[in-house]
C-alpha cells in the first residue's frame, strides 16, 4: 500500500545527534499516523515516536523524550526524527511505519514498514 523509504542512519559518538528521514508515499495520508520504531539484535521492535500528518500531534516514548523530535513536512511527504544527546543504548535499526488511524505505539496497528536504517552510537 504505503511505500516508505528511511534514510540518515549512521555512526555517531554517545552524546551526538543524527537525523532520520521517511519519504512517504501519497497514500501514507489516507492512514493519518506515522510512526519510528527501532529493534536492536535480541530484542522486540520498540516505539519510539508517533505523528499525525492532519495536526501534528505526536506520542513519544519515554525511553526517548526530552531527547528525540519527531516532525513532518505534509509538502515534502516525509517524516523526521530528530535524536540528540544519543547514547550507546539507542543503537539499533530504526524503522518508519504507516496504516494507523490514530497515534499509537502499537506496532500491529501499523501496516507498512520502510525498510530501516542502521544507527549506531558509539560510547
Known amino acids: 500500500q504505503v511505500h516508505l523509504v528511511e534514510s540518515g542512519g549512521g555512526l555517531v559518538q554517545a552524546g551526538g545527534s543524527l537525523r532520520l528521514s521517511c519519504a512517504a508515499s501519497?497514500?501514507?495520508?489516507?492512514?493519518?499516523?506515522m510512526a519510528w520504531f527501532r529493534q536492536a539484535p535480541g530484542k522486540e521492535r520498540e516505539f519510539v515516536a508517533a505523528?499525525?500528518?492532519?495536526?501534528?500531534?505526536?506520542y513519544v516514548s519515554s525511553s526517548v523524550k526530552g531527547r528525540f523530535t519527531i516532525s513532518r513536512d505534509n509538502t515534502k511527504s516525509t517524516v523526521y526524527l530528530q535524536m540528540n544527546s544519543l547514547k550507546f543504548e539507542d543503537t539499533a535499526v530504526y524503522y518508519c511505519?504507516?496504516?494507523?488511524?490514530?497515534?499509537?505505539?502499537?506496532?500491529?496497528?501499523?501496516?507498512?514498514w520502510g525498510q530501516g536504517t542502521q544507527v549506531t552510537v558509539s560510547s
Open positions: 501519497e497514500g501514507a495520508f489516507s492512514n493519518n499516523a
Open positions: 505523528i499525525t500528518w492532519s495536526t501534528g500531534s505526536t
Open positions: 511505519a504507516a496504516g494507523s488511524r490514530r497515534l499509537t505505539g502499537d506496532r500491529d496497528l501499523y501496516g507498512d
